[in-house]
């Protein structure tokens, strides 16, 4: 006869059995976090690929409409350039002409030529009219100048005015672009290199050049005192391809997702009126894509910024 407790062996199956359902629970419950970390991954690596779908469609837009304006501007501006600096000869033609009368009138004073010219020249004011002609023509060269840098951050935009590349060390370059705005640096930023040695990259130094100028002097205006930037440069494979990354990342005062997604627009700035013309970003998305390159931001409000460059290298670089 068994000797088996009928309620010990129900409760045992019953412990057995809720045991068994709780691991079950478990493992599917580590499973659905799993996958909703996976999707969370999968959703931001998309929103991020359309960002930079609709930044490279935007820029294709902008670009053909850019390159028209450009163009069209230029001629005006090419002539107009001209006929200033002809006028300036001119003018300083006739300033010439009445330093010789001024220097000589005193021979002439019975004449009543003199007496007329002297009249009209107080009244005319002409010493005055003189000098401020003189800044008038600078100020207006000057003007037209920056109108005609800025067609020429348009082409770039548009990637006209292709020129030849040649190998280069990342960076040396980077060195050289600290350098050359080191005195709009060194006053307020902490400048800290993670650099490691990496192969030489096809490019047109210059633009490259260009590009970190543009972030770092960007870099110093987002800071207060003691800012710092950190830079780094790196390799990695990453969809079957080789490239030489660099990061420039400060800790200033960081962007708001509204303004990320329009920095790389022509003539966007957060800057105040008269202070920037809004192209550095988009000129530079310009060149590192005609490099077929990346750019890539990423900002927290507060925390700071990090642009992130990846250029390819070529096959026979590896």
Same mark, same amino acid.
């Given at each position: ?132 002609? @003189?800044?008038?023509?600078?100020? /207006?060269?000057? !003007? *037209?100048?920056?109108?005609?840098? $800025?067609?020429?951050?348009? &082409? ?6 292709e020129l030849e590349m040649e190998f280069g060390d990342i960076n040396d370059i980077i060195d050289e672009s600290i ?91 957060? @800057?105040?009126?008269?202070?920037? /013309?809004?192209? !550095? *970003?988009?000129?530079?998305?310009? $060149?590192?894509?005609?490099? &077929? ?26």
């Open positions: 006869m068994s000797t088996t407790d009928p309620y010990k062996a129900a409760y045992e199956r019953e412990h057995f059995a809720r045991k068994k359902a709780e691991q079950l629970l478990d493992d599917k419950t580590r499973t659905l976090y799993d996958s909703v970390v996976q999707l969370q991954s999968t959703v931001s690596a998309l929103e991020e690929a359309q960002d930079q779908l609709v930044q490279s469609e935007k820029m294709a837009s902008i670009g053909q409409l850019a390159a028209g304006v450009a163009h069209e501007i230029n001629n005006p501006i090419g002539f107009s350039l001209s006929n200033l600096t002809t006028l300036s000869e001119y003018i300083e033609s006739f300033i010439h002409l009445d330093e010789i009368v001024i220097s000589n009138i005193s021979t002439l004073t019975d004449h009543p030529l003199t007496t007329q010219y002297q009249a009209y020249r107080k009244q005319e004011d002409m010493d005055f009219i003189i000098g401020d002609l @003189k800044e008038l023509l600078s100020d /207006t060269i000057k !003007g *037209l100048n920056r109108v005609s840098a $800025i067609v020429a951050n348009l &082409k770039k935009v548009t990637h006209a005015g350098k050359v705005v080191w005195s709009e640096l060194k006053y307020k930023m902490q400048v800290e290199k993670q650099f490691t040695e990496v192969p030489l990259i096809l490019c047109h130094s210059g633009e490259i050049h260009q590009v970190l100028m543009n972030l770092f002097l960007n870099a110093s205006h987002a800071c207060e005192d003691k800012g710092l930037l950190i830079i780094k440069t790196y390799t990695k494979k990453e969809k079957g391809k080789n490239w030489v990354v660099i990061e420039v990342a400060d800790n200033g005062k960081g962007m708001p997702r509204e303004v990320r997604k329009k920095i790389f627009d022509p003539f966007f700035t957060t @800057k105040p009126v008269g202070v920037g /013309t809004g192209l !550095g *970003l988009s000129v530079s998305f310009g $060149i590192i894509e005609k490099h &077929k390159g990346i750019i890539k931001v990423t900002s927290e409000e507060g925390k700071g910024t990090t642009f992130t460059i990846s250029l390819p290298l070529l096959d026979d670089e590896t």
